[in-house]
């Protein structure tokens, strides 16, 4: 078995109502491996057209996730933050992904099935193709650790998949070409703590979603610290107070995701929330809650409207991001042709 040194890769796509959820599942994690870790952070806006777009949104979403990146306290001087359109080995890499991965993968995929709805018919085909794509981002840079949240999971499991086949189907060109017997790491997806899957304010059995059209189902990073607060406090909930134990939470969606929320805020586990507040009743706990949110969060939106407004510096923080990841980018092409047989 090869072995690959470690870097991480993930990406968040730009399409406005950056929430919560985003923060909490991913951006945290990107941030907290920066200290141990090469990463790279991704604007996935190839991602983003998947779906239909409006261009000069698309443009704003683009810069003001670069902007929230930043904002969250990735570093851009010691990390790359790029958007993949300016990478062109994102889209060649998922061609091959595309003649790598067997139709019968992609039609398990559960977020195509929920995104797609009941017209599929008439989904695009990027919707569909949409993990070989997401396999080809992490590949591309080879890399072994993706941080992410929950709903992601089935994803990167295809892009192990996807890894896998073409190190198996090609296993006698790469070792001819020198690259011993495997070309492509297997990549470990980093799911952990305790709001991998922070859901709705609004409805405690569906998933925080920045296509939610209640904005009160959601925080969203550019909220004011007065949304932010009257957002918690008009949270949904049941009538009983906290109990003191993590498994009093089982059947009670709405509170067990705000003492995740919580958890995560303050940098505990649940329990030990739990051991603060059980017994109490959710008007104090959401006080605290507020303000905690309020404390964490509304630093990133006032950095991010700060960060917003000097476009120029976000567009040079993505084209010097890019140009860092083309190096890596482009080896692993030219190696890809190679295997593949290509001339080049
Ligand atoms: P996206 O843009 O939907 O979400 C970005 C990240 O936020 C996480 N997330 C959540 N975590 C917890 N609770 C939630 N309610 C919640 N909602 C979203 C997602 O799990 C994700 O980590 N396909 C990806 C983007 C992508 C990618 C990649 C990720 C493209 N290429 C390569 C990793 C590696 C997506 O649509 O994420």
Known sequence: MANFPERVFSGVQPTGNLHLGNYLGAIVKFVELQRSHECLYCVVDLHA???????????????????????????????????????????????????????????????????????????????????????????????????????????????????????????????????GDQFFPLPEPLIQGPATRVMSLRDGSKKMSKSDPSDYSRINLS??????????????????????????????????????????????????????????????????????AVDRLAPIGVEMRRLSADPAYIDGVLVDGAARARKIADETMKAVKDVLGFVR
């Open 49 to 179: 057209i998947t779906v239909p777009q409006k261009p000069a949104e698309l443009k704003a979403s683009i810069r003001e996730l670069t902007a929230a990146y930043i904002a969250c306290g990735v570093d851009p001087a010691a990390h790359v933050i790029f958007n993949q359109s300016q990478v062109s080995g994102h889209a060649e890499l998922a061609w091959v992904f595309n003649c790598v991965a067997r139709i019968g993968w992609l039609n398990r995929m559960t977020q195509f099935k929920e995104k797609a709805g009941k017209d599929r018919e008439n989904a695009s085909v990027g919707l569909y193709a949409y993990p070989c794509l997401m396999a080809a981002d992490i590949l591309l840079y080879k890399a072994t650790h993706v941080p992410v949240g929950e709903d992601q999971k089935q994803h990167i499991e295809l892009a192990r998949d996807v890894a896998q086949k073409f190190n198996l189907d090609f296993s006698e060109s790469i070792a001819a070409n020198g690259f």
């Open 223 to 292: 909220d004011e610290p007065d949304a932010i607060a009257q957002k918690v406090r008009k949270a949904k909930t049941d009538p009983e107070p906290l109990p003191s134990e993590v498994e009093g939470l089982a059947g009670r969606p709405e509170a067990d995701n705000l003492v995740g929320i919580f958890a995560a805020l303050s940098g505990r586990a649940k329990a030990q929330v739990l051991q603060e507040f059980g017994g109490a009743q959710f008007s104090a706990f959401k006080t605290a809650l507020a303000d905690l």
